[in-house]
């Protein structure tokens, strides 16, 4: 029976990555909380081409993320635009550099993994927990369609993916919890209590792409294939 992770069945909302089918890892985390700000141009601009784009807040937010980062020290930190993660922050790394400033993209992420820092100008920084990877518990994924019509993907995933799933949503009842593929997050939904079994249902947000549906679901397919299959 088919269980929806939360009331409403995943929305994506991805982009188009050049990174190959089976170098993209699935997986899910609880949100802590989100942080979210909207610089000015010249924040997007890093003092040399080398070092990349930075972020400086401005004093009103300044004390906002202070108080954003003090209530959760501890947590992984990611920054987001647009929808993608530029840069992956440990929760034993600092946000700033020794400059006081905060680099927004990871300095080893593939040059066509910033393309959303041309993405609409808001910028997030997710606090977030402990992560499950299921990159190699996907046993199938199916062209499907959510309840009102619209394209959606049937995720199958193994017995201890269901279980590792059921856990994570068990603790985290009523706090959202991120769905990332490769860079690019999924969703974030609320998750209204455990979630059971071991299918999902992931239905596209509107408008419709059938290049990004397609990318998804061949993504998908070749995680169930296993790492060393290519994508077809």
């Known amino acids: 029976m088919l269980r929806p992770l939360a009331a409403a069945a995943l929305l994506l909302g991805l982009s188009l990555s050049a990174v190959q089918a ?10 802590d909380g989100i942080f979210s700000f909207t610089p000015g141009a010249q924040d997007l601009d890093g003092p040399s081409v080398d070092a990349g784009p930075v972020l400086r807040p401005g004093p ?6 202070e108080a954003f980062l003090d209530a959760h020290d501890g947590d992984t930190l990611l920054i987001v635009r647009g929808g993608r993660v530029l840069r992956e922050v440990p929760a ?12 927004l993209v990871d300095g ?16 997030d920084i997710w606090a977030v927990g402990t992560a499950i990877d299921l990159t190699t518990q996907v046993e199938a994924a199916d062209e499907a369609r959510s309840p009102g019509g619209a394209p959606a993907i049937m995720l199958r995933l193994t017995p201890e993916g269901g279980d590792m799933v059921n856990a994570l949503t068990t603790v985290n009842a009523g706090r959202q919890i991120a769905t990332l593929l ?5 969703n974030a939904p ?3 209590g455990p979630v059971d079994g071991d299918t999902l249902a992931l239905s ?4 419709e792409d059938p290049a990004r549906e397609s990318w998804v679901l061949e993504t998908l397919r070749a995680l169930a ?3 060393s299959a290519p994508p077809q």
């Open 22 to 31: 089976q170098e993209v890892r699935l997986s899910m985390m609880p949100v």
């Open 60 to 65: 009103p937010d300044q004390g906002r993320l």
């Open 92 to 103: 034993d790394e600092d946000l700033y550099d020794a400059n006081g400033i905060i680099p």
């Open 108 to 123: 080893d992420a593939p040059a066509d993994q910033t393309d959303a820092l041309e993405a609409p100008d808001r910028v």
């Open 182 to 186: 490769g860079r690019d997050i999924l």
């Open 190 to 192: 609320v998750v209204q």
């Open 204 to 207: 596209f947000a509107s408008p």
């Open 225 to 227: 294939r296993g790492p």
